[in-house]
Structure formats: structure tokens, C-alpha cells
């Protein structure tokens, strides 16, 4: 069963969102890591490169596989996580902690309200799986 | 995650896959597992270091009995089958008349008389039915035995110590590429030293109804759960494998568009050896020269190639990716790509349009790797 932590907000695209005032914390989730498989190379963003909510921000490949990954908010990325260019192998082991991808400079805060709670993502996957 | 519009066929170990927690997609029409727990890279590096156990039942028998079996396979084939003994096997291709690929196979001979040929899973009805309609007035029998035989495949230099106990053929006896009938854990199957690895290993033929009998008795003899016991193995691992040890996968390095001359499998055209379909066409590619080649090359700069990305030479798109993964033994991004021949020099630097961006790679020797002996 996959770890859905209380305490973040989720996309639809399976990211995940931790609040750090007005900066949003950003990968991606158990569910996702482990439906990728081994994670073999993460392609993040520079700081200061912008997103809307919903737009690619970069792509983790598994062995098998590529796949985007899209920024849950609007804002500009203040700091990436460059520790994934050696050890991609983190978004797989500690995907809420050491697996983070980008920090977002959040537009609108409120933005994240009309992400997804733990338990709707719980719902979501499961509905996803069926 | 839809719901497949038709009914996925399935291998005799398809319940004991979901047991072991293999997660299952439709390869070619095949439920068949991509990975288990262990993960793609640990099954790919445990059959490098230790022993790997593979299912490929999916894959198709085609059974050719009779006095003309070996005239007429010669005549299908391009490899030379009246250079095979009883109990010895070759890597083939059934041909078009223009030399390109109906498909790759094994052919394996038990008599004089009786031949197996053993094609891709995916393939294997078109397969059926090329070799049913050329057939002439030879005297032969052709059965398509694909439901008959699974198929379990035990690579990596662990296999011999754990097939040895369970069988009473001599497995130290049977060089690669040949093969023996006997018993596997008391039931009837043919040990072949072959496989789709780059490992030393073998492959078990035998009644689908023993399948999981077989295969339950492997992983327990492989010691499977211990650190370096056996690990049953994915497609994924199948595939990543196979491309270390720069292996043709059928709709990729090889189709109907590829002369096997353009990818170097020279080897297994046998153009002395008579009349074959596609020989005339590949005998006068060898003349005329090949136009493109099949290569390997290493990715340089950060970036992993996938298959179907253009290949570009001095700012000209000139080829296309094969297939592009991550090589987990290597440690290094890999592929294979066909590039116009006079561009197909070891060590040429390449680009690779990976996504938009084009990313550094070097044209290298295959196979990428090879086992120590």
C-alpha cells in the first residue's frame, strides 16, 4: 500500500506539496515512484525558471520509461534539488523527504487549496487502479 | 489504466507471476510481468552476478517433421540448417525475398527428420502462416506446438550448479547452442544452452501442465530470498540484458524494413549454402554494399536515448534510435541506432535528439558487453 503522508497536499499528476510559508515543496509521490520503478535520472529545472500550475518542470526516467513532471502551482522555482543528479535512487527510497525535486516561489498561496487532501488522493489512486 | 478490449493470452506461470508480486502489462497481446519486487536494475544485476529465472513461455513452437524437414527450412531460413547435428541449435531469420526480416529464430535440431523452430512471441501466428504458405510439395508435417511447451529460461553463471541436481543430463556437456532431452525435477523437457542474456544459462522446454512445478523448483534450488539466491526476472531485466549483450529484439533492431546485412547479422546469412528465400536480394546487397548499418553507441553527455529519437551526425538528421535504455551493469546509457554507412565509425561522435535536446553519445563496439569465460 502506498505512504500517503497527512500533512501534504497532491495533484492529480501525482505529485505532492509541502507549505513552507509561501514556498511549496514539490515531488512526487510513493504511488508514483513505485508504478515508475527504478529511478535512473531526474531532469529538474534551473531557479528562476517559472511554471504554471499543470506545466512540466521536468521528467524522471526509469529504466523502462520517461515521464513528466508537472509543477502542482504557479510561481518561480527558487532551488532544485541537484543531490538528485547522483543519486536518483532518492525519489524512490525517500520520496516525501530526500526525493523532493523543486522549491516554488508560490504566486498564489491559496492555490494549493484546491489541490487534493491525503485521503482524496487515496481515493484518487485507487479509483486509478480499477 | 483501461480495461483491455480483448482478452490478454496468458503463460501456464500468469497466477504464479501475480503471486510473487510481478507487475503485469500487455506485451504483444502477453499478460506477462515487466518487473517484480526486486526491481529492474537488482534482477538485471543478479543474473550478471548470480543466476536470473525468466519466463518466456509466450514465445512460439513450431514443430517441422518429416524427410524434406531440413531442405525445407533451409529454403525458409538463412542460416545453413544441414550444418546442424542432432542436438545442436542456431540463431536464424526467416526471410523475406528482399532479405529483410519475417522474423528471428531458433532452430533446433533433434533428427534428421525433425526440427523445432522456436519464434517471437508477437510473431508467431504471421510466423505460422508465412511457413505454411511456402510450403511446396515436400513431404513434412508443420505443427504449431506454441500451446504445448512453456518455456523457462535460467541465465547467469550460477544456472549450471542450480540445474545440475535436478536433472539427469549431463549439463557440462552440452556446449551453447546445443541442447538435450532429459528430465528437469522428473518431468520431460529439453535443457538447451542458449539464451537472451549474455550469460552463460539454459533454457527448459516442457509440458505447460509442469510449468509451475519447474519453475517453483528452480527458485527454490536458485535459493530465491536469499542475498545472492536467484531472482525471477521481468521483461524489463529481458530487455536491458539482451541490449548490453547487443542482441537484436525483434521490431526494433530487426522487421520487415531491415536487410540483415544492414544489421550485421552477416553472420547467419548463409549465401553458399543454395537456394533461399531473400538469398538473391541479400547476394547482391553484399555486392552493392549496405547503405546503413546497424551500431552501438554510448551516450556521452548526460541524457538516456530511447527508441524511435533521430540520430543526428554534423547537424543532419541521419538515423534512427533502435532501442535506448539505461545498462545497469555497465552503468552507462546505451543504444543502438541505424546510421548511413559511411558514417557508422567506431568512436564518431554522435547526437541523439533526446525530447528536443541534443544530447552527446560515441559510436562503440558491440557487444556493449561481454562475460568473462
Given amino acids: 500500500m502506498a505512504n500517503v503522508p497527512d500533512n501534504l497536499h497532491y495533484s492529480k499528476d501525482h505529485e505532492w506539496v509541502r507549505v513552507d510559508g509561501d514556498v511549496a515543496i514539490v515531488g512526487i509521490t510513493d504511488y508514483a515512484q513505485n508504478s515508475l520503478g527504478d529511478v535512473v535520472y531526474v531532469e529538474l529545472p534551473k531557479a528562476g525558471d517559472e511554471f504554471a500550475a499543470h506545466e512540466a518542470f521536468g521528467s524522471v526516467e526509469s529504466v523502462k520509461a520517461v515521464s513528466e513532471v508537472f509543477s502542482p502551482v504557479t510561481g518561480s522555482v527558487v532551488e532544485v534539488n541537484s543531490s538528485l543528479n547522483d543519486e536518483p535512487e532518492k525519489v524512490n527510497n525517500e520520496p516525501y523527504e530526500a526525493g523532493w525535486m523543486i522549491r516554488v516561489k508560490m504566486q498564489t498561496p491559496l492555490e494549493v487549496d484546491s489541490l487534493l487532501t491525503a485521503a482524496e488522493y487515496e481515493d484518487f489512486t485507487k479509483a486509478e487502479k480499477e | ?373
Fill in chain 2, 1 to 373: 489504466m483501461t480495461a483491455p478490449a480483448v482478452e490478454l493470452k496468458k503463460t501456464p506461470l500468469n497466477e504464479a507471476h501475480r503471486c510473487m508480486g510481478g507487475r503485469m502489462v500487455d506485451f504483444g497481446g502477453w499478460d506477462m510481468p515487466v518487473q517484480y519486487p526486486a526491481g529492474t536494475i537488482e534482477e538485471h544485476l543478479r543474473t550478471r552476478t548470480r543466476a536470473g529465472l525468466f519466463d518466456v513461455s509466450h514465445m512460439g513452437e513450431i514443430e517441422v517433421t518429416g524427410p524434406d524437414a531440413i531442405s525445407f527450412v533451409n529454403r525458409v531460413t538463412s542460416n545453413d540448417v544441414s550444418k546442424l547435428v542432432d542436438g545442436q541449435a542456431h540463431y536464424s531469420a526467416l526471410t523475406t525475398p528482399e532479405g529483410t526480416v519475417v522474423d528471428d529464430l531458433l532452430v533446433y535440431r533433434f533428427a534428421a527428420h525433425r526440427l523445432l523452430l522456436v519464434v517471437n512471441a508477437g510473431t508467431t501466428e504471421k510466423d505460422w502462416d508465412w511457413i505454411a504458405g511456402a510450403r511446396g510439395g515436400e513431404n513434412l508435417e508443420l505443427r504449431n506446438a506454441s500451446s504445448s511447451y512453456c518455456q523457462i529460461a535460467l541465465q547467469g553463471p550460477d544456472a549450471i550448479e542450480i540445474l545440475k541436481p535436478l536433472t539427469d543430463v549431463s549439463l557440462s556437456d552440452i556446449k551453447y547452442y546445443h541442447f538435450s532431452e532429459g528430465q528437469v525435477d522428473g518431468v520431460a523437457a529439453i535443457v538447451s544452452r542458449t539464451g537472451y542474456t549474455g550469460e552463460d544459462g539454459f533454457e527448459v522446454y516442457a509440458a505447460v501442465d509442469r510449468a509451475e512445478q519447474i519453475w517453483n523448483k528452480l527458485l527454490d534450488a536458485g535459493r530465491f530470498g536469499a542475498d545472492d539466491g536467484i531472482l525471477p526476472c521481468g521483461l524489463a531485466a529481458r530487455n536491458t540484458l539482451r541490449l548490453e549483450a547487443g542482441m537484436a529484439l525483434y521490431g526494433h533492431e530487426i522487421d520487415e524494413s531491415t536487410t540483415l546485412l544492414e544489421a550485421n547479422l552477416g553472420w547467419i546469412c548463409k549465401l553458399n549454402k543454395g537456394d533461399f528465400t531473400g538469398r538473391e536480394a541479400l547476394a547482391k546487397q553484399k555486392v552493392s554494399g549496405i547503405t546503413r548499418r546497424l551500431i552501438g553507441f554510448e551516450m556521452t553527455d548526460r541524457g538516456i536515448a530511447r527508441d524511435g529519437q533521430d540520430v543526428v551526425i554534423n547537424d543532419a538528421r541521419v538515423g534512427k534510435v533502435t532501442s535506448g535504455s539505461p545498462a545497469p551493469y555497465l552503468k552507462k546509457n546505451i543504444g543502438m541506432a541505424y546510421v548511413p554507412t559511411e558514417l557508422a565509425n567506431e568512436g564518431a561522435a554522435i547526437q541523439i535528439d533526446v525530447r528536443g535536446r541534443l544530447i552527446g553519445a560515441q559510436i562503440v563496439k558491440t557487444p556493449f558487453y561481454k562475460r568473462a569465460r
